[in-house]
């Protein structure tokens, strides 16, 4: 019985996180034996979820807990395992490197951090297994509560109090967004069990308000444009593997949950619900990766990469759906495939990314891009795993990125076949934004290691820089080993991912080609990839140059100082910073950002250029909504006069009023 | 019945005499006299009550009578007396809403409690059902008396002249509430008094005075 | 997969190796020609090449392995592109298992580690080039793949042979789809070989260079690499116009000897107009500001996009 | 015997506390009283759960599942809240704001409220459960005014002018069901005013009186619930009396105030057929849930914040109660049971943190969880419980409540969700300041009493788990009894 094992493993988080409480303030005990214990967990959950995504059965529970008429309904079907097994998998790897990174000082207890960080990991693994209604949104809300706790662990700094604030009110928005769908999903059975909604019938223009309700919902939780306002603070806020739990997993049962409505509750979608994501997504990645390549707080860079990331994830669903709608089964999985592997791959790589973020900012006490560099000579083993996810995630082959992005661009590919016209005119767009929001992708990430590890360290203080300590490198490792096998051994993913298409679409994705090595998943189209023998001949032909110039030539080499141009002493200062990196973007798409700029006057003696980029949502959307709230505020306390004879009135008008009522009824 | 005995002529008296009082009081500005105009009110209803007793032959009805007396005649406006004596309150300043404007709108209310009372008066069988309206625009009158004061004391008037007006309610409505709740009620309104009589001190110490504009600083609009 | 297909693979790599700085000296010959100098040899890049092997290599103090890494895996990436572009024959047993969009995420793989070596040594130079090298590169590489996409949709796979074969099979006259991106992936290939009007291949110093600031740093045989790797990629560029807008000639279906005696001749035409149009586009134009380099590309990946969009509207 | 201690314990701690309250031990006498009371109560629930209902004392005392739970929850609170009121008490004594004498005011009169309250849930009689409410109010006047000051004796006067009137107006209304139930019972015996009576013949009353009764005891007793626009006492009184004093109030004393509305409701309802009432505290119940959500954001006050989200909560068990039917109602007495206890606990810490900070100004209130970590964290998770974030049991009641609008009211829904949605930024905005950031405040005398804190805490994250099945029955027997649509 794989689900009662999973729930076992969920309840063993929550008993290490209240171990934690035994000796809060002991970092032995939290950091060397109970975050790997709790890591240990993880690979288990992975493990577990793994076999019954091979199975492909379906599991269901009933535990006596929560309302009365409505016991906690628990399932595990394909779906919930794919997203169990990235839970599992990527948090095993941040638990390994939390064990070496929190340690005592300001801030939450490493006892009380232990125990809202396991809570975390369980109420993640919970939404994902819940199969009602309201354990959902329990399960829903305490991941958002846990982790809030979490973002606020260093509370002192006011910054970090106001993007908590932030981060929990839209989660609580986001939530009650998921009750109306909720609401509306049961369709007049008035039962909340997901078994009710998927058998409910519903008016397409019920069904339609139910998938856009969810669609706000889990787009607010996602970090969808323009619902991402909390993220790009909370994810800097957050110590680092925090920020990798967030970022990599807690998105993700986001889109979990988008599938799980879009195409599991609400039954066979209408097309055309798929442009909403599928167009909000386009923006969505645009608009994230434009933001990062501007960026100047490492953590926030990467905040907005998961923003540009998620879009490229919804974009999927709204393939998925479009097709589905349209009929086109095949093609449907194939977008689906997509999605799920791109939610696989960015859990892996934007987690290395963050925790390889947090362990220089542990070295270095700095997240500011401006005042990084040469880190790659101090710190190897962060820099060098750093590194594989960089590529990854600009979606250089034979690494994973690219792989999810091979597979929805050839989705893509078929989107011409489409029976609406209009929807094949968005497509080549699609397919442009797609490509634009990879290449920009390899700008943003060009610029973060760049800045980071090359070149010469900005500060002196850099020189201390220490590598991190035995924990956090298995932590980096395990994680970069599954970039690296999620981009080799595609076809293995996609087979199991089989079980998923065939569960949520109905059918599979074929595979045309006879070879284990070889991904060829469209039919009837000479397309396929095989990263294997990619590797293989890259490596080749590396190696046989390098051997070639070393048998021909000598290989004498001299250091020497960098060429000055015959200018005298090069300084770090002179090197790119990284508002220079981001110069071409923010002058190419001004119009997008709310720049403003602190420009050295001629005659300074110490010329000071300072530049801010604020997102112009806040004056768009946010701030008006603020301000109406304010103004209603304040004409509702005039009601409140202070004086007593007024209070008294207000009874007596209320007495009259009601007696009238009472004589005319 | 066409022509009406002497004792529903008197009733009706003591029920039109307590609607005057009440306009009495609405329009009275010294508080002295408001007081004297509360024992008054009380003597008429304990009058009514006791006409009531002596019709009806209800034993509790007498008892009521008397406590009525006992307390609404004699020991509150007493205390009430004391209470202006100690504490030097003997004028109303002028009221938020001029005279005429309150008797204009008296006026109104009391057509609303006779619309208001047609229900009750075709349900209940007492003798005095007609009297119901009075009952509840006494009721009403005061409400808009305690509206319009800004005295503390005049209020406390006010609050109970409107306990009377529903006393006189109960009596014209179902010959009076049954013993355990009027005498329930006896109590509260004493109690009450005693409280307010305890209240006026400590305000009296802290504002030097008991007028309403002192206890206007709790509010949310600034 | 015969003897024969993977003989034509190795023979692939082979030619471009060979061929590549030939097409670079006769570019540079054309254009001497057109200009009226004298021209310089056409085995001058070999003889560079040669020479720069044989210098000892400097390099800058605070250098990772990263910058000695870089040169071998752009040259890899270069020789590897050459094996999956069917610049001779179709059967190419490697392109199997990379397709067009392989063969463009292995160019901006290529790319990559040339910027981030040139970050590495952490000079003014460096990172600027770096950075307008990236400029160049985030619009140059969709319009590439939509320029790809455009012919793929056409001939409804994304592996180049199979979209040769297609087109070469010649039952269709170009269609415009085609026509449109043949304008835009011109432009992307002045762009990405760094030749005027965006980049001045023949400079130093001079702030409005890319390719040559990026490698500054390098020297001897890291630099000869660099060098080759650039030829590569302009051969690479060139032989992708042939595969996509004129792929006749090329050895399509299974190919003999004989295809591949056909073949080379053909090649060798077509590279030397190809060579010549360039020196031609590079004598008329002028070299443009840096800040104007988005504008141009941004029209070609307009164009690339309108290419999309006009086959939809019309081919669909 | 059970009901006879369960009101003679208090009556007697008033009449001791009255003569030794000043003692250095009353604090643990009068938390004794409690205690017992708190026995003679449970006593009570378990002799109903075995028995069913009681009429006791020739009829004069009814004791159903409605009732008990409440009585319950009463002497449950009064307990914890005279725990938590031993060292608070202490604590204000030591700072001078209180004289001996006073504190034997508050200890008697503490006892007194808890007998009027229990008095007024206990009574079959409308008659005596008016006179108990009225009791309630004198009772606690002087509570409010406790100390002195010129903001309390504002704040008494208001609670005992604008309750006072109110409480007049109730007692029309009874006048008036006895009239209309006079009719039909007869005036012989005193069956005329008793609930189990008036229930039995209800379907016969004369609806237009009954109507009209109606409203009179809505606005008695509604000015108590705190329902806007009769609302206008409560803040200033929950925020101006001692903190004991506002969680009582705020706890149990508006929920005794609703059941008195409920339970007229109930017979109105049988003999009118009609929406009207439903309409009517619905109505009540949108306007409480909207106004106080907005007055929230204007707060300065921590206890005035907390008093009008009291009226908001009330407000929604008000509206629950209006849509009527077995869930809603059962939603409803789950909220008042949820809302007391953590809105009782809520006050505690805030009363601590008011202690240790010298100040009731939430600018001046900072960095709680340095301070002092448990009321910290007890104020943060008393904040988000109260807000209805699961796995609190408010999430609970109110999801069952709006799943419930959703289906009767639709129209209803987005107002509620959106009031919710704007007091969660108002008071979360204010509370994540005070328990998080720098602290500024000093080391108290007295350990706090944080017991009742965390066992009331405790009992509503159960509640949003799971609800034990026995308390489920009990709910849903008394949801049957209040009926609805």
């Not at chain 2, 109590?187 to 009450?192: E, H, P």
């Not at chain 3, 090449?49 to 895996?73: D, G, Q, T, W």
């Amino acid at each position: 019985m794989l689900l009662v094992g999973c729930i076992a493993l969920l309840l063993g988080w929550m008993g290490i996180g209240l171990a934690g409480l035994l000796r809060p303030r002991s970092v032995a005990l939290t950091g060397r034996f109970l975050f790997p214990l709790g890591a240990l967990l993880g690979f288990a959950l992975a493990g577990l979820a793994a076999a019954s995504l091979v199975g492909g059965g379906i599991e269901r529970l009933i535990v006596p807990l929560g309302l009365p008429g409505l016991p906690a309904h628990l399932r595990l079907d394909p779906l919930s395992s794919v997203f169990l097994v990235l839970l599992g998998a990527s948090s095993g790897g941040i638990s390994l490197f939390a064990g070496g990174y929190f340690r005592a000082g300001e801030g939450t207890p490493p006892g009380l951090l232990c125990l809202q960080y396991h809570l975390f990991l369980a109420s993640m693994g919970l939404v994902l297994i819940a199969d009602d209604a309201y354990s959902f949104l329990v399960a829903w809300e305490v991941m958002a509560l846990s982790s809030y706790f979490l973002v606020v662990t260093q509370h002192r700094m006011a910054e970090i109090r106001s993007a908590g604030f932030l981060y929990l009110l839209m989660a609580h928005v986001g939530a009650i967004c998921l009750l109306l769908s909720f609401g509306v999903l049961q369709g007049g059975s008035w039962q909340f069990t997901f078994a009710a909604m998927r058998a409910a019938h519903l008016s397409p223009g019920w069904a339609a308000a139910a998938f856009m309700l969810a669609l706000v919902g889990f787009g607010a939780k996602a970090g969808l444009v323009p619902l991402h306002v909390w993220l790009p603070e909370a994810h800097p806020a957050a110590p680092s593997p925090v920020s990798a739990l967030m970022s990599g997993v807690m998105l993700k049962t986001a889109v979990y949950g988008m599938l799980r409505v879009g195409l599991d509750l609400l039954g066979p979608p209408v097309w055309w619900w798929g442009l909403a994501p599928l167009i909000l997504g386009l923006l969505t990645i645009f608009y994230g990766v434009l933001f990062a390549a501007v960026q100047t707080d490492m953590k926030r860079l990467l905040a907005y990469s998961s923003v540009e990331n998620i879009g490229i994830v919804f974009t999927g669903i709204g393939l998925t759906i479009v097709f589905a709608g349209s009929g086109m089964k095949a093609v449907a999985a194939l977008a689906l495939l997509a999605t799920l592997y791109h939610c696989l791959n960015h859990s892996f790589m934007k987690s290395l990314l963050f925790l390889g973020t947090g362990s220089v900012l542990h070295a270095t006490g700095e997240r500011n891009l401006g005042r990084l560099g040469g880190l790659i000579h101090r710190m190897p083993w962060v820099a060098w795993l750093t590194l594989i996810g960089t590529l990854a995630i600009a979606g250089l082959p034979p690494l994973n990125g690219f792989v999810s992005e091979w597979l929805l661009l050839q989705s893509f590919l078929f989107a011409d076949h489409l029976p609406h016209a209009f929807v094949n005119l968005l497509i080549p767009m699609g397919m442009a934004l797609v490509a634009l929001g990879a290449a920009l992708a390899g700008y943003v990430m060009v610029k973060f290691y760049g800045v980071i590890f090359l070149g010469q360290p900005r500060e002196a203080s850099l020189a201390q820089a220490h590598d991190c300590g035995w924990l956090e490198r298995v932590g980096l490792t395990w994680l970069a080993l599954g970039c690296l096998a999620l981009g080799l051994f595609p076809l293995q993913v996609i087979n199991a991912l089989g079980a998923v298409t065939r569960q949520l679409i109905g059918a599979a994705v074929p595979q045309a080609s006879p070879h284990w090595w070889l991904l060829a998943p469209v039919p009837g189209r000479p397309v396929s990839y095989g990263p294997l023998v990619f590797l293989t001949a890259t490596l080749a032909v590396v190696l046989l140059t390098v051997f070639g110039v070393r048998l021909t030539y000598h290989q004498r080499v001299r250091r020497g100082p960098a060429w000055d141009c015959g200018f005298g002493a090069l300084t770090p200062r002179m090197q790119d910073t990284a508002e220079g990196f981001g110069q071409p973007i923010r002058h190419l798409f001004q119009s997008f950002f709310e720049i403003e700029r602190e420009l050295p006057a001629p005659a300074d003696r110490a010329p000071h250029y300072r530049i801010a980029i604020r997102e112009r949502i806040w004056k768009l959307a946010y701030e008006p909504i603020a301000g109406a709230v304010e103004r209603l505020a304040n004409t509702a306390a005039r009601v409140q006069q202070g004086r007593i004879s007024i209070y008294l009135l207000y009874s007596f008008a209320t007495l009259l009023v009601l007696l009238a009522v009472a004589l005319m009824s | 019945m066409t022509h009406l005995s002497l004792y529903q002529q008197l009733l009706d008296a003591c029920a039109a005499l307590l609607l005057l009082l009440s306009f009495a009081m609405l329009s009275q500005r010294r508080v002295v006299t408001l007081v004297n105009l509360y024992a008054v009110q009380g003597a008429v209803l304990a009058a009514a009550t006791l006409l009531l007793a002596w019709r009806t032959g209800e034993g509790h009805l007498y008892l009521s009578a008397a406590l009525t007396l006992a307390l609404k005649v004699a020991f509150l406006p007493w205390l009430l007396h004391r209470l202006i004596r100690r504490l030097e309150v003997y004028w109303d300043t002028e009221p938020l809403l001029n005279v005429s404007g309150t008797m204009l709108a008296g006026l109104v209310i009391v057509v609303f409690a006779f619309a208001l009372a047609q229900p009750i008066t075709r349900l209940t069988s007492t003798a005095t059902r007609s009297a119901i309206g009075i009952a509840v625009s006494v009721v009403l009158l005061a409400f808009l008396m305690m509206i319009t004061r800004r005295k503390a004391m005049s209020q406390v008037v006010g609050f109970l002249s409107m306990e009377n007006g529903v006393f006189f309610g109960a009596m014209s409505a179902s010959y009076g509430m049954p013993m355990v709740v009027e005498l329930g009620v006896a109590l509260d309104v004493l109690v009450a008094v005693l409280v307010l009589g305890v209240f006026f001190f400590q305000i009296r110490e802290r504002f030097e005075s008991l007028d309403l504009h002192h206890l206007e600083s709790l509010k949310e609009h600034e | 997969m015969s003897a024969l297909d993977w003989i034509t693979q190795v023979l692939e790599m082979v030619v471009a190796l060979a061929a590549a700085p030939a097409l670079l000296g006769w570019v540079n010959q054309c254009r001497a020609w057109l200009q009226n100098r004298r021209a310089p040899s056409l085995w001058l890049p070999y003889r560079s090449l040669h020479k720069l092997f044989h210098k000892e290599a400097v390099i800058a103090e605070n250098a990772s392995p990263l910058f000695r890494i870089a040169p071998y895996v752009v040259f890899g990436a270069m020789v590897l592109a050459a094996g999956i572009i069917p610049s001779m024959g179709t059967r190419l047993p490697l392109v199997v298992s990379a397709d067009a969009i392989a063969l463009v995420g292995l160019l901006a793989a290529a790319r990559m580690f040339m910027t981030l070596a040139a970050m590495d040594v952490g000079t003014a130079f460096g990172t600027l080039g770096a950075r307008r090298e990236m400029m160049v590169g985030f619009l140059a590489e969709p319009a590439l793949l939509m320029v790809i996409f455009v012919a793929s949709l056409v001939s409804s796979s994304t592996a180049l042979p199979a979209i040769t074969e297609h087109l070469a099979s010649g039952h269709l006259g170009l269609s415009p789809g085609l026509a449109f991106s043949a304008v835009a992936f011109i432009l992307v290939l002045l762009a990405e070989n760094a030749r005027i009007p965006v980049d001045n291949p023949a400079t130093h110093l001079e702030l409005t260079m890319i390719h040559e600031a990026m490698v500054l740093e390098y020297s001897a045989r890291h630099l000869a690499l660099m060098e080759w790797g650039a030829q590569l990629k302009l051969f690479n560029y060139v032989c992708i116009g042939f595969a996509l807008f004129l792929p006749w000639g090329v050895a399509t279906g299974h190919i003999g000897p004989v295809g591949l005696l056909v073949a080379i001749p053909a090649l060798a035409v077509k590279l030397a107009a190809a060579g010549a149009g360039l020196a031609l586009i590079e004598t008329v134009s002028a070299k443009m500001r840096v800040m104007r380099i988005p504008e141009f590309l941004g029209t070609a990946f307009l164009f690339a996009v309108l290419g999309l969009l006009v086959h939809v509207l019309l081919g669909a | 015997m059970e009901l006879l201690l369960l009101l003679t314990l208090p009556i007697a701690g008033a009449a001791v506390l009255g003569l030794i309250g000043a003692d250095r031990r009353a604090p643990e006498i009068n938390a004794l009283f409690s205690l017992g009371t708190l026995l003679a109560a449970c006593a009570l629930v378990v002799r109903v759960i075995r028995h069913g209902d009681l009429l006791l004392g020739e009829e004069q005392f009814f004791i159903d599942p409605f009732n008990v739970f409440l009585v319950a929850l009463t002497a449950f609170v009064g307990l914890t809240t005279a725990l938590f009121s031993r060292p608070y008490m202490r604590v204000e004594l030591e700072h001078g704001r209180l004289s001996s004498g006073r504190l034997r005011l508050y200890h008697s009169m503490y006892q007194l409220f808890m007998f009027t309250m229990l008095l007024a849930l206990t009574t079959n009689n409308m008659g005596l459960m008016w006179v108990a409410m009225e009791g309630a109010t004198l009772s606690t006047v002087l509570l409010v005014t406790l100390y002195r000051t010129p903001g309390s004796l504002e704040a008494g006067w208001k609670y005992f002018i604008l309750c006072g009137v109110g409480i007049a107006q109730a007692l029309f209304g009874t006048i008036l069901l006895y009239v209309a139930a006079e009719k039909v019972l007869g005036a012989q015996g005193m069956t005329a005013l008793l609930w189990t009576h008036l229930d039995a013949v209800k379907a016969q009353l004369e609806p237009t009186v009954l109507t009209l009764a109606f409203v009179f005891l809505l606005i008695g007793y509604g000015t108590k619930v705190g329902l806007v626009p009769l609302h206008s006492w409560l803040p200033d009184a929950h925020a101006e009396g001692p903190t004991p004093i506002s969680a009582v109030l705020s706890g149990l004393l508006l929920n005794v105030a609703l059941y008195a509305v409920v339970r007229s409701k109930v017979l109105v309802e049988g003999s009118l057929h009609s929406e009207l009432p439903s309409m009517m505290l619905m109505g009540f119940g949108l306007l409480s849930v909207v106004l106080a959500s907005l007055l929230l954001w204007r707060q300065r006050d921590i206890k005035r914040l907390f008093a009008y989200s009291s009226i908001e909560h009330m407000g929604i068990a008000t509206f629950a109660f209006g849509m009527g039917g077995p869930i809603a109602n059962f939603a409803a007495l789950l909220h008042m049971t949820v809302h007391s206890l953590t809105k009782s606990s809520i006050f505690f810490t805030a009363g601590h943190a008011a202690q240790k900070t010298g100040t009731q100004l939430m600018e001046h209130i900072r960095g709680l969880i340095t301070l002092s970590p448990t009321v910290g964290w007890g104020l943060m998770l008393g904040s988000l419980a109260i807000l209805g974030v699961p796995p609190f049991g408010v999430f609970t009641s109110e999801f069952l409540i709006l799943t419930t609008a959703m289906r009767t009211q639709p129209w209803a829904t987005p107002i509620l969700l959106a009031a919710l949605a704007v007091a969660f930024a108002a008071i979360f905005s204010k509370v994540q300041p005070m328990v998080f950031g720098e602290t500024s405040g000093r080391r108290l005398p007295h350990p706090p009493a944080l017991l009742p804190v965390f066992a009331h805490l405790a009992i509503v994250l159960l509640l949003g788990l799971y609800i034990p099945p026995y308390l489920a029955d009990w709910y849903r027997a008394a949801a049957h009894l209040i009926g609805g649509p």
